[in-house]
């Protein structure tokens, strides 16, 4: 059974740096998607980044320039680099996978695995 464990959370203020980790477990190859979303108090959950298997990457438009997706196939860990966080960056961050063929990757719906979640606080 598959299992996604987020790491690296937490308090930071604004123009902060965070790097959240996603750990991957009991799958005998490789998603084809793998992304990270964030569901802030009172909205709905939306996509930040995600990559491919072939290692393509897209960006929520808030994010572009500040958030980088990136992943260690050896270690089976997803990542997020996040710079120069921003109040309305707060958010609970959580990581995706998808092994079936999927058009919008930053769409949350596409998406059958989840972690538990990471709460980023970043504070003005």
């Given amino acids: 059974q598959v299992q996604l464990v987020e790491s690296g959370g937490g308090s930071v203020q604004s123009g902060g740096s965070l790097r959240l980790s996603c750990a991957a477990y009991g799958y005998s190859y490789s998603a084809y998607y793998m992304g990270w979303f964030r569901m802030a108090p009172g909205k709905e959950r939306e996509g930040v980044a ?3 298997s072939d290692g393509s990457t897209s960006y929520a438009d808030s994010v572009k320039g500040r958030f980088t997706i990136s992943q260690d196939n050896a270690k089976n860990t997803l990542y997020l680099q996040m710079n120069s966080l921003k109040p309305e960056d707060t958010a609970i961050y959580y ?6 063929r999927i058009t919008n990757i930053l769409d949350p719906s596409n998406y059958g695995h989840w972690g538990q979640g990471t709460q980023v606080t ?3």
């Fill in 95 to 100: 990581c995706a996978a998808s092994w079936i």
């Fill in 50 to 52: 995600a990559i491919e």
């Fill in 122 to 124: 970043v504070s003005s």
